[in-house]
Nanobody, 120 residues
Framework: VQLQASGGGLVQNGGSLRLSCAASGFTLNYYAVGWFRQAPGKEREGVSCIGVDSWNTHYYLPESRFTLSRSDATKTVYLHLKNLQPEDTAVYYC???????????????WGRGTLVTVSS
C-alpha cells in the first residue's frame, strides 16, 4: 500500500512540469488528494488539494501558476506547474486525505516526494 509522486526534475526558470500522484494497493478515488512541498530549510506548505468528488479544488499559494486535475480512469492526480520560478524548488509530496486542508492534518497516507529543481 503506497502513494507515489513522480514527474519532478530539473527545469529552467519559466519552464513547466506535470507531477503525478498514483496509488498502489488501495483506491485513491476514495480520498481527497493534496499536494504539499518542502523547500530546503523551510517548513512544509500546502500547494493544492482536490476533493473526492473533484468539484472542490483548493489552491493554497497566492500565485495561480499551478493547476490540479484528477483522472478517475487512471486513478491519478496531476499537478500542473507552469512558469516555474527558482523559489518553487522543493520536494513535492502528495497525500491522501479525509478532507482537504492546507496543512495536511487529515492525511491518512503520505507518498514519497519528487524533487523539483528550478534553475535561474
Amino acid at each position: 500500500v503506497q502513494l507515489q509522486a513522480s514527474g519532478g526534475g530539473l527545469v529552467q526558470n519559466g519552464g513547466s512540469l506535470r507531477l503525478s500522484c498514483a496509488a498502489s494497493g488501495f483506491t485513491l478515488n476514495y480520498y481527497a488528494v493534496g499536494w504539499f512541498r518542502q523547500a530546503p530549510g523551510k517548513e512544509r506548505e500546502g500547494v493544492s488539494c482536490i476533493g473526492v468528488d473533484s468539484w472542490n479544488t483548493h489552491y493554497y499559494l497566492p500565485e495561480s501558476r499551478f493547476t490540479l486535475s484528477r483522472s478517475d480512469a487512471t486513478k491519478t492526480v496531476y499537478l500542473h506547474l507552469k512558469n516555474l520560478q527558482p523559489e518553487d524548488t522543493a520536494v513535492y509530496y502528495c497525500a491522501g486525505l479525509v478532507r482537504c486542508s492546507s496543512d495536511g492534518h487529515d492525511a491518512r497516507k503520505w507518498g514519497r516526494g519528487t524533487l523539483v529543481t528550478v534553475s535561474s
